[in-house]
T-cell receptor, first 115, second 117 residues
Framework: KAGVTQTPRYLIKTRGQQVTLSCSPISGHRSVSWYQQTPGQGLQFLFEYFSETQRNKGNFPGRFSGRQFSNSRSEMNVSTLELGDSALYLC??????????????FGSGTQLSVL | AQTVTQSQPEMSVQEAETVTLSCTYDTSESDYYLFWYKQPPSRQMILVIRQEAYKQQNATENRFSVNFQKAAKSFSLKISDSQLGDAAMYFCAYRSGLHNQGGKLIFGQGTELSVKP
């Protein structure tokens, strides 16, 4: 069974541009969550999608958005990039995310560098 | 709001020895789960162990065990017989027991563990 796949692995953008990151969950998983990891702020929850609907949201500005498709694949978009958006973006999937005892499976992340 | 604190940015252990990583958390909820994740240089987060708050018994997974002190809101990880492959960043994490919160984890700042041969 394939794991959580994130593409691309690395990305370099310049300030003001926008970027789209992709996450394919484990087959059968319907919940996809996104996290931002930086040396200063650590790991922070961005949002969670379930059945194409945003179910939970972290404390990030509106420049950060996401969506989920009918096959559960998810994308996150960051518009008007700032230097502080440079981070490792991790995606995690779980079957439904409704119960706290469900195991979360993480991808290897996309490393975004904003110049 | 819930918070998770790891006060040890770095720890070091000799191979085959035992090390304990500390974690404290703050919550007003009674139902929650606590986790320890390992992040090696490959960057992929790997679940090490988890503890249900309603269980008094401390969780154990092979060489990994936790000391869960609910009243003190403390959740430490003990690694016995440390191996070179244990070297990684370790994160303590909290997940609410409320329904439909399963995808949301609150992480501590992490502890970088090095293992000396």
């Amino acid at each position: 069974k394939a794991g959580v796949t994130q593409t691309p692995r690395y990305l370099i953008k310049t300030r003001g541009q926008q970027v789209t990151l992709s996450c394919s969950p484990i087959s059968g998983h319907r919940s996809v969550s996104w996290y931002q990891q930086t040396p200063g702020q650590g790991l922070q929850f961005l949002f969670e999608y379930f059945s194409e609907t945003q179910r939970n949201k972290g404390n990030f500005p509106g420049r950060f958005s996401g969506r989920q498709f009918s096959n559960s694949r998810s994308e996150m978009n960051v518009s008007t990039l700032e230097l502080g958006d440079s981070a490792l973006y991790l995606c995690a999937s779980t079957y439904a995310g409704g119960a706290a005892n469900e195991k979360l499976f993480f991808g290897s992340g996309t490393q975004l560098s904003v110049l | 709001a819930q918070t998770v604190t790891q006060s040890q940015p770095e720890m070091s252990v000799q191979e085959a020895e035992t090390v304990t990583l500390s974690c404290t958390y703050d919550t007003s909820e009674s139902d929650y789960y606590l986790f320890w994740y390992k992040q090696p240089p490959s960057r992929q987060m790997i679940l090490v162990i988890r503890q249900e708050a309603y269980k008094q018994q401390n969780a154990t997974e092979n060489r990994f065990s936790v000391n869960f002190q609910k009243a003190a809101k403390s959740f430490s990880l003990k690694i016995s017989d440390s191996q070179l492959g244990d070297a990684a960043m370790y994160f303590c994490a909290y997940r609410s027991g409320l329904h439909n919160q399963g995808g949301k984890l609150i992480f501590g700042q992490g502890t970088e563990l090095s293992v000396k041969p």
